[in-house]
């Protein structure tokens, strides 16, 4: 089965480190997706690619997040300095449009824990 | 792995009986819906979706209803097994052009043995 991977699947770092979160969208599929999930908030979109290019990326705080596509099997996330409210569990997704619908398809996720 | 609050609805299921799992949408312009599934410790996973032009659509073992008129959203699920318990959420999105889903708060599915 066609599948999102991330990685890494869970870490643990120190406030103020860096942390670089990467993800391999399904094979063809032309749109991908950042997502944050906590238990407050749910999901929470971050950042959004079409073809690579950054069309929204309004979710994300600016000074410490990036979200870069190098190419289109790979896409990176990445906070800078790292804080323990950014504890979260980090989603990618991706979709292909079809005549039916815009449907999206999530990775397992990056489990993230700062202390 | 939970997409809600502290305070997520429950629904409690004999395991062989019928789940019914409603979801009231917010936007009347939203055109498409689609409803995911997430066990604990993994991500949402895709069941079925639906286009606003359509009433009902049938899966294998799962059947998602559309009622625009109240904006209601229902996913029943035959016959429901242990492997069911999740929680599950729907999605809708607004035009074919736009990429900005709304995700609802969630029901988390308790299949009783």
């Known amino acids: 089965d066609a599948r999102v991977t991330q990685t890494p699947r869970h870490k643990v770092t120190e406030m103020g480190q860096e942390v670089t979160m990467r993800c391999q969208p399904i094979?063809?599929?032309?749109?991908v997706f950042w997502y944050r999930q906590t238990m407050m908030q749910g999901l929470e979109l971050l950042a959004y690619?079409?073809?690579?290019?950054?069309?929204?990326d309004s979710g994300m705080p600016k000074d410490r997040f990036s979200a870069e596509m190098p190419d289109a099997t790979l896409a990176t996330l990445k906070i800078q300095p790292s804080e323990p409210r950014d504890s979260a569990v980090y989603f990618c997704?991706?979709?292909?449009?079809?005549?039916?619908?815009?449907?999206?398809?999530f990775g397992e996720g990056s489990w993230l824990t700062v202390v | 792995g939970e997409s809600v609050g502290l305070h997520l609805p429950t629904l409690s299921v004999q395991e062989g009986d019928n789940s019914i799992i409603n979801c009231a949408y917010s936007?009347?312009?939203?055109?498409?819906f689609i409803w995911y599934k997430q066990e604990s410790g993994k991500g949402p996973q895709f069941i079925i979706d639906i286009r606003s032009n359509m009433d009902k659509r049938q899966g294998q073992r799962v059947t998602v209803l559309l009622n625009k008129t109240v904006k209601h959203l229902s996913l029943q699920i035959a016959a429901t097994q242990p492997g069911d318990s999740a929680v599950y959420f729907c999605a809708e999105i607004e035009g074919s052009g736009t990429y900005k889903y709304i995700f609802g708060t969630g029901t988390r599915l308790k299949v009783l043995a």
């Open positions: 936007n009347s312009a939203s055109d498409y």
């Open positions: 690619f079409r073809n690579r290019a950054p069309l929204d």
């Open positions: 997704a991706s979709g292909l449009r079809t005549g039916f619908g815009n449907t999206i398809y």
């Open positions: 094979l063809g599929h032309n749109t």
